[in-house]
C-alpha cells in the first residue's frame, strides 16, 4: 500500500504493485521492487505460519465477521479487523505450538449491550438451542438480532447465523450440518442493531461435544463401582399448564474426578441433549423436574 502525499497530481510513498515509491533530495521517484534472492528467516516462517492459521479460521466465516467488526477495532472494520484483533488477542502458543483460544475468540465488538445469562441447548443431534434471559437494557433495543455461531477450529468448518431471532424472543437455534457430525464445536453468540449501526462483543459459551447414537446408555461399571443398587429409568409424563414449580438451577457438567470416595448413582435421560430444573422433592421423598424447552415433568423415585 502506498499514500500520496503531495494530491493526485504528486508522488507517492510506498509499494503499490511492482513498484516502490520514494523521495530523494526532494524529487518525487518510481523504481521497481527488488527480486529477494535471500530465502526468508525463521521469524519469517513462524510470523507467516501463524498469520495463516488465524486467516484459515476467519475465514471460513467471513460473512459473519464482516458484519460484527463493522467500523469496529480498525478503521476498516470487518474481515481485517477480525484478522487483526484474533492475531493479537486469541493466538497462542504452547509448547505443541501455535493455537487458538476459543475462549479469547471473537466474531464480533462494539458498544452495544449483549445478552443476559445465554445457554445452549443440544436439543437434537443435529438442531442447538441458544437460550437467553430477556430484559430491558439501556442502550439495547427489543428488535435488535442475534449472530450465532458454531465452529470447527481444527478442522476449520462453522455454521452460523449473520441475523437471527430479536433479543426479545429469548431463543434462536443453530441447524448443525453432517460435516461437523462428531466434532467439537466451540459455540458463540452477539448481538448486531436493528440498524445494523453497532454490534455487541461476542459471548463465549463453551465447547460442546456432540452426541451420537439413539440414546445415551448408563455405564454398569459405574454402579459396580459405588456398590449401590441399580436405580429405575426415569418416567416422563405430560406437564399441566397450571403446574408452576420453583426454579432451581444446576451446572450442566459434572466432573466425576471430584467424587472420589463420594457414593453416586446415575439416571438416563429419556430425552437427548435437555437441561434438568425447577428440581422438587415430593412427600415421599422422590425427585421431581422439568425438562427445559421440551414442556414436559419427569420423576426419579427414590
Given at each position: 500500500?502506498?499514500?500520496?502525499?503531495?494530491?493526485?497530481?504528486?508522488?507517492?510513498?510506498?509499494?503499490?504493485?511492482?513498484?516502490v515509491g520514494y523521495t530523494l533530495y526532494g524529487i518525487d521517484r518510481m523504481r521497481s521492487l527488488p527480486d529477494r534472492t535471500a530465502p526468508p528467516t525463521a521469524n519469517e516462517l513462524k510470523n507467516r505460519s501463524r498469520f495463516k492459521l488465524v486467516q484459515e479460521v476467519v475465514n471460513c466465516i467471513k460473512d459473519l465477521v464482516k458484519v460484527g467488526?463493522?467500523?469496529?477495532?480498525?478503521?476498516?472494520?470487518?474481515?481485517?479487523?477480525?484478522?487483526?484483533?484474533?492475531?493479537?488477542?486469541?493466538?497462542?502458543?504452547?509448547?505443541?505450538?501455535?493455537?487458538?483460544?476459543p475462549a479469547e475468540f471473537k466474531i464480533s465488538g462494539g458498544t452495544l449491550p449483549g445478552l443476559t445469562t445465554p445457554v445452549v441447548v443440544q436439543e437434537r443431534e443435529d438442531l442447538l438451542r441458544f437460550n437467553w434471559k430477556v430484559v430491558a437494557i439501556d442502550g439495547g433495543s427489543p428488535y435488535d438480532q442475534v449472530m450465532l455461531l458454531a465452529i470447527d477450529m481444527e478442522d476449520r468448518k462453522a455454521v452460523y447465523q449473520c441475523t437471527g431471532n430479536f433479543r426479545s424472543s429469548?431463543?434462536?437455534?443453530?441447524?448443525?450440518?453432517?460435516?461437523?457430525k462428531g466434532k467439537e464445536v466451540d459455540?458463540?453468540?452477539?448481538?448486531?442493531?436493528?440498524?445494523?449501526?453497532?454490534?455487541?462483543?461476542?459471548?463465549?459459551?463453551?465447547?460442546?461435544?456432540?452426541?451420537?447414537?439413539?440414546?445415551?446408555?448408563?455405564?454398569?461399571?459405574?454402579?459396580?463401582?459405588?456398590?449401590?443398587?441399580?436405580?429405575?429409568?426415569?418416567?416422563?409424563?405430560?406437564?399441566?399448564?397450571?403446574?408452576?414449580?420453583?426454579?432451581?438451577?444446576?451446572?450442566?457438567?459434572?466432573?466425576?474426578?471430584?467424587?472420589?470416595?463420594?457414593?453416586?448413582?446415575?439416571?438416563?435421560?429419556?430425552?437427548?441433549s435437555v437441561m434438568m430444573h425447577r428440581i422438587r422433592k415430593d412427600k415421599d421423598g422422590n425427585l421431581w423436574f422439568t425438562e427445559m424447552m421440551a414442556d414436559r415433568l419427569g420423576t426419579i423415585p427414590l
Open positions: 500500500m502506498a499514500k500520496i502525499t503531495k494530491g493526485l497530481l504528486g508522488g507517492f510513498s510506498g509499494k503499490v504493485g511492482t513498484v467488526f463493522k467500523d469496529y477495532w480498525t478503521v476498516s472494520g470487518g474481515t481485517r479487523a477480525a484478522l487483526s484483533y484474533n492475531r493479537r488477542f486469541a493466538l497462542k502458543t504452547n509448547e505443541e505450538g501455535d493455537y487458538i483460544d429469548g431463543t434462536d437455534v443453530l441447524q448443525l450440518p453432517e460435516e461437523l459455540l458463540y453468540i452477539a448481538v448486531v442493531a436493528k440498524d445494523r449501526c453497532s454490534q455487541s462483543e461476542s459471548q463465549y459459551l463453551g465447547r460442546l461435544r456432540r452426541q451420537e447414537g439413539p440414546e445415551l446408555q448408563e455405564k454398569p461399571e459405574l454402579q459396580k463401582e459405588t456398590g449401590l443398587p441399580e436405580k429405575p429409568r426415569l418416567q416422563i409424563v405430560q406437564l399441566p399448564s397450571h403446574v408452576r414449580l420453583p426454579e432451581i438451577r444446576l451446572s450442566s457438567t459434572i466432573n466425576l474426578s471430584l467424587c472420589t470416595g463420594v457414593p453416586f448413582s446415575t439416571h438416563v435421560v429419556p430425552s437427548r
